[in-house]
């Protein structure tokens, strides 16, 4: 289960919080979030500072995104799993 918190920053930065699993359902759930920004051209911020599991599902989903918008406090065992898997 994904708990999302949309908050908007200094310059129109929108800051995405993301707390719990970040699996199938939660890629679908961020994939909506971002299709309301991205095209109109908002910078957007990831924080995932809240997740505490990634599936495999959830690492593609932001190997994809990764250029598009700015991903911080990415844990470390994604970290771990992304170099180990040469994403």
């Known amino acids: 289960m ?9 310059g129109g930065t929108i800051a995405v919080m993301v707390d719990g699993v970040l699996d199938e359902a939660g890629v ?7 299709g309301q920004h991205l ?11 809240g997740v505490v ?3 495999r599902e959830g690492i593609g989903f932001l190997y994809e ?5 700015n991903i911080t406090n990415l844990p470390e065992f ?4 992304t170099r180990a898997r040469k994403i």
């Not at 995104?65 to 918008?69: G, H, K, T």
């Open 28 to 34: 679908m759930v961020l994939k909506d979030v971002f």
């Open 39 to 49: 095209p109109e051209k908002r910078k957007v911020l990831l924080d995932l500072e």
């Open 2 to 10: 994904i708990h999302v918190k949309e908050r908007v920053l200094n």
């Open 78 to 81: 994604v970290k771990l799993e």
């Open 65 to 69: 995104i990764r250029e598009a918008v």
């Open 53 to 55: 599991h990634v599936t």
